[in-house]
């Protein structure tokens, strides 16, 4: 099945910093989704994109389904941008695969 | 949200026991999964279904059942509790009719602790 890697692994910035965290997959997909896990433990779906590039706010992304990556953007970083963020990557009827996830610390 | 409900939020439990989790949806979706979340593995596919009383198995199966006797409730058993089982798990929901291919939410999650 499809394998998902997520880098970094973990990333340390300070309030204001500008981040880029990428997806890569093993093969190419139909479904690629960005998420946040707050500190909470809550799943918040971030952005739905299986190809081409959306934005919402201070946060963006990036896919390039030809090459099997995707990027997350996050500018002018606040504090409660602080958590997890995952990459999860689905093909044809396989089941939606998640990377291992960025670890994303702001620091005031 | 997807209005998806996870029930109990937090359960502690002896080894041997049965346990059942629900996931309860309140806009029809089709396709429900149930994930365990660990640390070291993110998350991993358990069950899922599209459609009553059609469900599948995912990578980390063994231990678990599950049945969806109507499209709201999606109920995820422990046949006999191992420690092995603590772990978070989260439901979720694929909101449109295409399955995989369309957008996943997920509910709020259900810690399990089996002592």
């Known amino acids: 099945g499809i394998q998902v890697e997520q880098s970094p692994p973990d990333l340390i910035l300070q309030e204001g910093a500008n981040s880029t965290l990428r997806c890569n997959f093993s ?5 690629l989704q960005w998420f ?39 500018s002018s970083s606040q504090t409660t941008d602080s958590g997890v963020y995952f990459c999860a990557g689905g093909q044809g009827a396989q089941k939606l695969v998640f990377g291992q996830g960025t670890r994303l610390t702001i620091n005031p | 949200d997807a209005g998806i409900t996870q029930s109990p939020r937090h359960k502690v439990t002896e080894t041997g026991t049965p346990v059942t989790l629900r996931c309860h949806q309140t806009e029809n979706h089709r396709y429900m999964y149930w994930y365990r979340q660990d640390p070291g593995h ?42 092995s089982q603590t772990s978070v798990y989260f439901c979720a929901v694929s909101t449109g ?5 369309t957008e996943a939410f997920f509910g709020q999650g259900t810690r399990l602790t089996v002592v």
């Open chain 2, 97 to 101: 009719t295409g399955g995989w291919e």
């Open chain 2, 42 to 83: 993110g998350l991993r596919l358990i069950h899922y279904s599209y459609g009553v009383k059609d469900t599948d198995k995912g990578e980390v199966s063994d231990g678990y059942s599950v049945s969806r006797s109507k499209t709201e409730d999606f109920l995820l058993t422990l046949e006999s509790a191992t420690s």
């Open chain 1, 27 to 31: 093969d190419s997909v139909n479904n």
């Open chain 1, 36 to 74: 946040h896990q707050n500190p909470w433990g809550q799943l918040i779906n971030l952005f739905y994109i299986p190809s081409g590039t959306k934005q919402n706010g201070r946060l963006s992304a990036t896919t390039v389904a030809t090459e099997r990556y995707s990027l997350l953007y996050i």
